[in-house]
């Protein structure tokens, strides 16, 4: 008697340890129910690295332009009258830049 018992424990314990499992197994941070979550996260993440990259480069292009060695005539002077305030009252500047 005592011995089945045990067994039964023993089954109960199993059974217990198999649920928590299955249950981790979809519900769980990793689990079937996140899978759908962390797709879209990960579709999300591409699109700002994507983003940041293309600033990036634009970024890059701008210091390429502003290289002490060859300038870019037109960008120095538009950086000049911007920042210093040299432009006369009816210039306009024009700008491709999205910033």
Same mark, same amino acid.
Request: glycine share 4%.
């Given at each position: 008697?005592? $011995?089945l018992? $045990?067994?039964?424990?023993?089954?109960?314990?199993a059974?217990? =340890? %198999?649920? =928590?499992?299955?249950?981790?197994a979809?519900?769980?941070?990793?689990? /079937?129910?996140?899978? !759908?979550e &962390?797709a @879209?996260?990960?579709?999300?993440?591409? @699109?700002?690295?994507?983003?940041?990259t @293309?600033? $990036?480069?634009a %970024?890059? &292009?701008?210091?390429?332009?502003?290289?002490?060695q060859?300038?870019?005539?037109? %960008?120095? !002077?538009e /950086? =000049? $009258?911007e &920042?210093?305030?040299?432009?006369?009252e009816?210039? =306009?500047?024009?700008? /491709?830049d999205d910033?």
């Amino acid at each position: 008697m005592h $011995r089945l018992h $045990r067994e039964q424990l023993r089954q109960f314990a199993a059974l217990a =340890v %198999l649920l =928590v499992l299955t249950g981790l197994a979809i519900a769980g941070p990793t689990g /079937l129910l996140a899978w !759908s979550e &962390n797709a @879209a996260e990960l579709e999300l993440r591409k @699109a700002e690295i994507a983003e940041l990259t @293309a600033r $990036r480069d634009a %970024l890059r &292009n701008r210091v390429m332009l502003l290289d002490p060695q060859a300038a870019d005539d037109d %960008l120095a !002077s538009e /950086l =000049v $009258r911007e &920042n210093l305030g040299v432009m006369h009252e009816d210039e =306009v500047v024009l700008t /491709l830049d999205d910033e």
